[in-house]
């Protein structure tokens, strides 16, 4: 039990990987944009005391592994972060100053599982996702340095 953590009145360890891709999967997760958007995503979970376990961003996608407090959904706590998050990269990396309805960055969907005894499997996957990917395609030479 030592990874549990408690509330008021619950112990608990709930952990996901999750899998957020912004719309059209436009390859635009790279440089500058890439280490502002991991700022961005660190924040929102701060806000609402999610902590982030692994994290990395690839030019098309991201790669999460959250521990999310048992009083918030998933589906919640994605929407939080994907509707927070998309107004900021708007705002912050693209330029706008106003109008934000209807503007997506992120596609309506996302992939999520839940950790389990697997982590250590899940948190090492995350960190060479990008590895094993450049070994399936070649090297993309984007900038791939930044780890959220």
């Known amino acids: 039990m030592k990874d549990w953590r408690s509330l008021a009145h619950t112990k608990w360890e709930c952990k996901y990987h999750i899998v957020i891709v912004p ?4 390859r635009i997760l790279y ?3 890439r280490k502002r958007v991991g700022e961005i ?3 929102l979970c701060r806000q609402k005391e999610i902590e982030i376990l692994e994290g990395h961003a690839m030019v098309d996608h991201i790669h999460l592994c959250l521990s999310i407090p048992p009083k918030y959904s998933v589906a919640m706590i994605i929407g939080f972060i994907k509707g927070k998050s998309a107004i900021r990269i708007h705002k ?3 330029g706008r100053r106003k109008g934000f309805t209807n503007l997506h960055f992120w596609i309506r969907g996302y992939c999520v599982s839940t950790v389990g005894l697997d982590e250590k499997i899940i948190r090492e996957y995350i960190r060479n996702q990008e590895k094993l990917e450049i070994h399936e395609q070649g090297d993309l030479n984007f900038d791939n340095e ?3």
Do not use: H, S, V
């Not at 719309?23 to 436009?26: A, E, G, L, S, V």
């Open 41 to 43: 995503l660190r924040e």
């Open 146 to 148: 930044l780890d959220l």
């Open 92 to 94: 912050e990396c693209l």
């Open 23 to 26: 719309k059209y999967r436009q």
């Open 31 to 33: 440089g500058k944009r």
